[in-house]
């Protein structure tokens, strides 16, 4: 079993920004890619940024290119994802998720963390 728990959430106005992170204990090792993904409620939970875990490639989606990083410590098991510039259109649920492929689909990814609310205030 892995385990995903995020942190860093929190109320923002337009501009600011947030850090991310989420922690994974438990069977580690058998992670490929992490990413965080956002839904709004209602909408479908979407790709904002992958990483391959041990090499440390990431994908951006185009919608955060520029603004956000995802980034990982493999020391500390944790992956983050700092978010500049944030706008209204970035507030949603944010998850933490673990896989086995690098894949931008919601469904290639089996472990999910309990997501943290980001809200932007304009």
């Known amino acids: 079993q892995l385990y995903l728990v995020e942190s860093g959430g929190g109320t923002v106005q337009t501009g600011d920004s947030l850090r991310l992170s989420c922690v994974a204990s438990g069977r580690t090792s058998s992670v490929y890619a992490m990413g965080w993904f956002r839904q709004l409620p209602g909408r479908e939970r979407e790709c904002v940024a992958i990483i391959n875990w041990s090499s440390g490639s990431a994908y951006a989606a185009d919608s955060v290119k520029g603004r956000f990083t995802i980034s990982r410590d493999t020391t500390k098991n944790t992956v983050y994802l700092q978010m500049n510039s944030l706008k209204p259109e970035d507030a949603a649920v944010y998850y933490c998720?673990?896989?086995?492929?690098?894949?931008?689909?919601?469904?290639?990814?089996?472990?999910w963390g309990q997501g943290t609310q980001v809200t932007v205030s304009s």
């Open positions: 998720a673990a896989g086995l492929r690098f894949d931008t689909s919601p469904r290639s990814f089996g472990d």
